[in-house]
């Protein structure tokens, strides 16, 4: 096989034949563009270590490579999670209280929380984009494996649950890693118990579930390996 010297890194890394408009693609991107440096700016860089936001690069990278693997990985991790946050809204919004999660959503600064609203299209923006693409199986594992890195640096890292009234955003407890609770660490188990609790229940409680549903759901459209991928080498 010939190696063609005029095609640039660009063109293997990117599909030869896009499936996502371009205008999705920069609309995305833009959307980016603006979320990351306020987030940054008013909860700090530690911010993009929560499930949610970590989705949010997962998914930018798929749009722009149209992979599969990329997009099928976040919607394993974040969609029942977000579909709880996406009840909590409602149910807030009606007046009602579910679990308060999302009571930050009604207070201000509201250009802050319009940014935030993402909780809430995410998941559907992934699960079409896996619809359009295909559903790839090494998401469940690609995702596991993340969350587990992201899991282990907010739980040696990151501050617990103990907020400080100078910095009432400062992330704290990401990802629940001390317990549920963002006033006080869970004291049921050893903080290390609870821990290596979390690590095994969130693949096997959620991300499994949720792999074995869309492994179902998109049986016809799943892509192993991802034609992305393959159309790159």
Not at 22 to 29: D, F, G
Not at 120 to 126: D, H, S, T, V, Y
Not at 191 to 210: E, K, Q, R, V
Request: proline fraction near 9%; aromatic fraction near 20%; include cysteine.
């Amino acid at each position: 096989m010939t190696k063609d010297v005029g095609t640039s890194w660009v063109d293997r890394l990117l599909p030869a034949q896009p499936r996502l408009p371009w205008w999705l693609k920069l609309a995305y991107t833009g959307f980016m563009a603006v979320l990351v440096p306020i987030y940054w700016r008013n909860y700090g860089v530690t911010n993009f270590l929560y499930f949610c936001d970590v989705a949010l690069f997962f998914t930018l990278a798929a749009v722009w490579l149209e992979s599969p693997m990329l997009a099928s990985a976040p919607l394993v991790g974040i969609f029942l999670p977000q579909m709880l946050w996406v009840a909590d809204f409602i149910t807030e919004l009606a007046g009602g209280r579910l679990m308060g999660m999302t009571s930050y959503m009604f207070r201000p600064p509201y250009f802050l929380r319009a940014l935030s609203f993402f909780h809430c299209w995410l998941p559907f923006f992934l699960l079409w984009l896996v619809w359009r693409m295909g559903y790839d199986r090494r998401g469940f594992a690609l995702w596991t494996v993340c969350a587990w890195v992201v899991m282990g640096i907010c739980y040696l890292a990151m501050p617990g649950p103990t907020p400080t009234p100078e910095w009432p955003d400062q992330p704290i407890n990401i990802n629940y890693v001390y317990g549920l609770s963002d006033a006080e660490p869970q004291d049921w188990f050893h903080p290390d118990l609870y821990f290596g609790l979390l690590m095994a229940t969130l693949p096997l409680g959620i991300f499994l579930p949720s792999h074995v549903l869309f492994a179902w759901l998109f049986a016809r459209r799943r892509t192993e390996p991802s034609a992305a991928w393959a159309s790159s080498t």
